[in-house]
């Protein structure tokens, strides 16, 4: 899985692998094989969940969450509305924000069920594994990414899944939908470029360095006019646009945390051991 690209290691052998494991993030896409999503799903219990659990920094307090039985209760019974044979099908735009919403809730369920644990790359089958209904069809995270959403959406689709890391882009506040989903795109690409953590702009020596995902997925964010520095110049922070816009410095990549996105300190420190790394190749 791209969302389980590996972290830069200076070991030889450790290139290796990391190698073969960065071959999935320029995999060519998968067939567009359809998923049916059933039209008029009611997103509004996801986006409250999102505002009591979320911060601004887009971490989630899972051991609140955890504890509450009935905000636990209330994930579920979203996520079971996915579940029924649809009657009438989303399309468009509709369905795209609903899967998007799914990917997203699907994950904090994932990790609500292992909590509290350092990084859900210690979790096996994260990506790959069908636990998901979806229209009377089970599917896994890699389905909904690669197969549902990619194919559409493009280079947009890289912004908004959250895989639960501290490198990933923020997980927002809001759940997506069809009348909103272009502006909430771009608000969540907005967020995730002003995290001075995860993307860090120097005019003074002219130096970007930003999330590794504008490595893995370079191919796509080409697609837009201009590449990677274009994408990046038209959704950073304001004060950086002119100096980025110039696309007159050098781009370097951070490299990725993988411990989980938690409020706390869990998985702060987190690092994937040469061992680790080799045996979440093999459990995916």
Known sequence: SPRGCCPHSKAPFLLIIAGLALLGAHTPLHSTASVEVPSGLDHKPWKQLLKTYVNDKGLVDYKRWKESSEDRKALKDYIDQFASEPELAAKGKEKLAALINAYNAFTVEWVLEHY???SIRE??????????DIGGNLVSLDDIEHKYLRPIMGWKVHGVLVCAARSCPPLQQFAYTDEKLDSQVSEAFQAWLARPDLNTFDPNIKLAEVSKIFKWYREEFNEYPGG???????FAPEKYRSFLASAEYTLTFKNYNWGLNDQSDLGKNYK?????LLFSMFKE
Do not use: Q
């Not at 990677?228 to 038209?234: G, M, R, S």
């Open 116 to 118: 509290p644990i350092a």
């Open 123 to 132: 979790i096996k089958g994260t990506w790959s594994g069908r636990h998901w």
């Open 228 to 234: 990677v520095k274009a994408v990046i110049a038209h």
């Open 272 to 276: 994937l051991s040469p061992l680790k």
